[in-house]
């Protein structure tokens, strides 16, 4: 099965309509404001692209130190208390 490119499934008949379309679902006065925006988001993309292959938003502010919590040792009894019963092996 063959799969051709968009242009070439369209055509320029199919450019047209589509262009037509466009301009009565959004009218004339929204579709400036449509490819502003859609021209904004792109160059913020492209922005946050170069951000990221230069490791800029990778690194952290601060370097993290981590903690260290130390807990005393727990008593070691070697003697029974007094009274305390005594087990021999």
Do not use: C, N, W, Y
Request: hydrophobic letters at 50%.
């Amino acid at each position: 099965m063959f799969f051709s490119s968009p242009a070439e499934i369209f055509g320029m008949d199919g450019v047209i309509v589509l262009v037509v379309v466009a301009l009565v679902l959004f009218g004339s006065t929204q579709i400036p404001k449509l490819a502003r925006s859609l021209g904004s988001a792109q160059k913020e993309f492209k922005q946050g692209l170069a951000e990221g292959d230069t490791g800029k938003a990778a690194t952290p502010a601060a370097p993290v130190v981590p903690t260290v919590v130390v807990s005393a040792p727990a008593p070691v009894v070697t003697e029974a208390p007094p009274g305390a019963p005594v087990h021999t092996a």
